[in-house]
């Protein structure tokens, strides 16, 4: 089932934003719930970690639409993001929290189905995506396998590198995890990732070249294939790609 959310303290923009959603050509009651709520407050005390899509007024009382959703990318960095306003226009700020349209209260209804059309599109395709449900300093994250370049083993745990695009953004541009890279690697072993050293788990996808004993990942980060390691590593990148490959 896909969770859509509607906040909004002003019932009548509630409502209206409810029946748009209800009028697009993507909206299936049979695999949609909407769930309303007149508050960022009462959003969060009921806050579900796999909510899909939000449409969240920006000038709530008490706590705003950009506060409420600092708050759930706390836990839920693949949710779909709307902001809705009838004067508040984006501001640098916002994109801290990868919005994904703006909607303009005072827009016409034809604009607004169109971007609600788009939302419920994009909802679709990143609840299709693979995503991988980590906990870090005691939260629970869900985080795209997409986009992962590779996970690191460390002390207590493992690191998890993201890419330079994607939505979630650490200050570092890394997770830590207290999963052991093993327990990762037998859940994205269908994903396209693979091992070519004992310390690493790498997203083949994103492999930009490779020789006999290393692989350059996006970012020009430079990791070694091992001996140990080498001939399973090397006979998973060409199994993904399914086709045979030159190597340095």
Known sequence: MYEIVICDDTESDLLQLKMAVEKSKYYDMSSMNIHTFNSGMSFLEDMKLNTDLILIDMQMKMMNGFETIMELRKKNQTAVVCFCSAVVTPQTEHFEVSPYRYILKNESKERIAKTIDDLLVEMKRRKQQKTLEVVSDGKASLIPVNDILYIEKAKHGCTIVLSANSAIKPEDGKITSREKLAVLEEELKEEGFAIPHSS????????????????????????????????KFHHEFSKFFGK?????
């Open 244 to 248: 045979k490959y030159r190597r340095g």
């Open 200 to 231: 690493y788990l790498v997203n083949i996808k994103r492999i930009t070249s490779i020789s006999n004993d290393e692989i350059f990942m996006e970012g020009d980060q430079r990791i070694s294939v091992s001996r140990s390691c080498k001939e």
